[in-house]
């Protein structure tokens, strides 16, 4: 039988919060209790970190990455940030179409598109964020709102390069409203993310693809996610930005990482 095993990630994503010294100062609280994780730890910084982040979580295995870049190679945007740059300044992931993305700054599927080959061509990891809107649930239309998501996000994505991809699949209603989606909803959820996954590419890619869970996600209910087959992982907002509840969803991360570390596929 042969196993497929996936990475399990904990990934933070600061938003526009911590200046260099506060980034620093968590890193060096953070560092004792990561010292040993057998999980993949991952920080999305603001841009301003990045460097003397990246240099500094080096030696403690935790990846920084950015929260956000441009599609472009380089040129004339004023404000925007390329693939490139946040590379050369030690990302070695990115974060792409997270709903506050989609919401405030309009982007849409086609850009964020764009942005994933970027990534990918740059050899950077992107975390790809879907979800629906309270409204699209409501309605009954959150596995075609997925679907598209994913389809349109993923169209042209080469399938050797897709296998550097993580998909996290974040409600919109459920990041920082204090509502996280149950253990179960979420499940089902990145089951049919899978299958999805496997329609685009193949059964390889979507079995290797680690899928995260993320809004409203706390060192009370992280287990809860961290236990179902289907989510190998956390993409946590507020809660990561405090050390010692950070601290605390790695240590529960690591302790029920044996649980669906390896995957059986086919007989
Ligand atoms: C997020 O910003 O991706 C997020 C999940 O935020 P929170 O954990 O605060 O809901």
Redesign the pocket.
Known sequence: MEQVTRRRVICG?W?MYKTIDQALHFIDELSPIVANANCNVYLAVPFTAIKLMADKAKELHISIGAQNMNDATEGAFTGEVAALMVKDAGASFVLLG?S?RRRVFKEDNAFINRKVKRALQSDLEPIL?IGETFEEREEGRTQEVLKEQLTACLNGVDRELAKKLIVAY?PVW????GKAATSEIAEEIQSFCRETLASLFDAEVADRTPLLY????TSENSKDFLNQPNIDGL?????SLHPESFAKIIQLCQNSASSNDSLAKGE
Not at 174 to 177: E, F, K, V, W
Not at 214 to 217: A, Y
Not at 235 to 239: M, Q, T
């Open positions: 994503n938003k997270h506050e964020c974040e459920a990041i920082g409203s993320g809004g409203s996600v993409l946590i907002g507020s809660a």
